[in-house]
Nanobody
Framework: QAQLVESGGGLVQAGGSLRLSCAAS????????MGWFRQAPGKEREFVAA???????????NYADSVKGRFTISRDDAKNTVYLQMNSLKPEDTAVYSC???????????????WGQGTQVTVSS
């Protein structure tokens, strides 16, 4: 069974940066989409970013409009780790961020096969 463990959350002032990590284990992740979702208090979970697998054996990124230009997702398959670099953070980015591993090559809310436990990110104004 796949296991995902996030780290790197915390408290940061608006305009600051944080880097989240997601260490994956339990199965092969190369060739499968991985990504990040978040859930703010009182709101539904929403997609943040993903690295999807293409037929050309390369990964391509996908971002929510709200984080484009500020967040960068990357992965190191040799380490089975996915990262989310978050810059220019805003108070509205405050949420629990969860790592997700898809059962296929493309990340959607319906294709998630494994979730991490989540890590809290709090951005103060």
């Amino acid at each position: 069974q796949a296991q995902l463990v996030e780290s790197g959350g915390g408290l940061v002032q608006a305009g600051g940066s944080l880097r989240l990590s997601c260490a994956a284990s339990g199965r092969t992740f190369r060739g499968y989409a991985m990504g990040w979702f978040r859930q703010a208090p009182g709101k539904e979970r929403e997609f943040v970013a993903a690295l999807n697998w293409s037929k050309g054996s390369i990964y391509y990124t996908n971002y929510a409009d709200s984080v484009k230009g500020r967040f960068t997702i990357s992965r190191d398959d040799a380490k089975n780790t996915v990262y989310l670099q978050m810059n220019s953070l805003k108070p509205e980015d405050t949420a629990v961020y969860s790592c997700a591993a898809a059962v296929g090559a493309t990340m959607t809310s319906d294709s998630v096969g494994s979730w991490g436990q989540g890590t809290q990110v709090t951005v103060s104004s």
